[in-house]
C-alpha cells in the first residue's frame, strides 16, 4: 500500500482487531513471554476512540484460562473481548445436531462439556501439540472413515507457530493428513474463514472498511482479513519470515516492526 492510502486507512479507521500470538506474546515455558512494548499499546489504543477486540486461533485452552494468563502478563483484555474457534465451533454442532470426536488439547475439553459426543458422526481437530500421537490421530481418521459423509471441523489451518523454544507444528498440518487419509474437506472454524471475522466486525458494529486487522500470520490474519473486506497489516514479530514480504498470493496493506510501532503509527495520524 502506498504511504498516502496507508494514512488515509488510519484516519477511517473505526476499529482494530489484533492477533494474539505472536503479536501480543509468544508462547511457551510458563505461558510465554510479552513481545516488547505490546502490553503499553494495547492500553494505549483502549485509550483512543477505537474500539479493540481480539481474534485468536488459540485452541490450547479455554478462552478464561488464556485471558487469565494475559492478565498476568499486564495485558488490559476481558473475555467479552476474544474471539476463538472453540465457542463458534460450539454453536455450529449445536446448530446442526452433531456429536463430536474431540481431538484437542486437553486444557479445551471444559469448552465441549455441554455437547453429546456418544457414537460421534464428526471431529473436531485443534492444536492438541502433544496429543497429535499416531494413536489418536488414527482414531479421528476411523471415526470419520466409517462415515457416509465424513464432516471435519477444523479449528484454524495454520502450519506453524512461534513459542519461545522456536516454531512448532499447528493444527493445519495434522487436518491436511485426515483430509488426505479421508478424501474430505474440513470445515474451517477461525481464522481464515470469512464468518469469523463478520462475527467480531458485528460484535464493534462497523463495516469491513472502517477496521484493521493486526497479526502475524500473513495467510490467516492478513489474507483473511482481507478478503473479508477489512485492511491487513503485518508485525515482523511472531511466526513472520521475511519470505511473506513476497508471496505470491497475499501483499499486506503495511508491515511495521511489531505492535508498538503499529499502535505509534495510527494515533499518530489520528493526531492521538
Known sequence: MADKDWKECIKSLKGVVLDMCGVLYDSGEGGGIPIPGSVEAVKRIKASDLQLRFCTNETQATREKFVAKLKRMGFDIQVSEVFSPAPAALAVLKERNLRPHLLVHDDLLPEFKDIDNTNPNCVVIGDAADKFSYQNLNDAFRVLIQLERPVLFSLGRGRYYKETDGLKLDVGVYMKALEYACDVEAEVVGKPA??????????????PQEALMIGDDLINDVGGAQNCGMRGLQVRTGKYRPGDEKHPAVTADGYVDNLAEAVDIILKYRGQ
Open 194 to 207: 470469512p464468518m469469523f471475522f463478520q462475527s467480531v466486525l458485528t460484535d464493534m458494529g462497523i463495516q
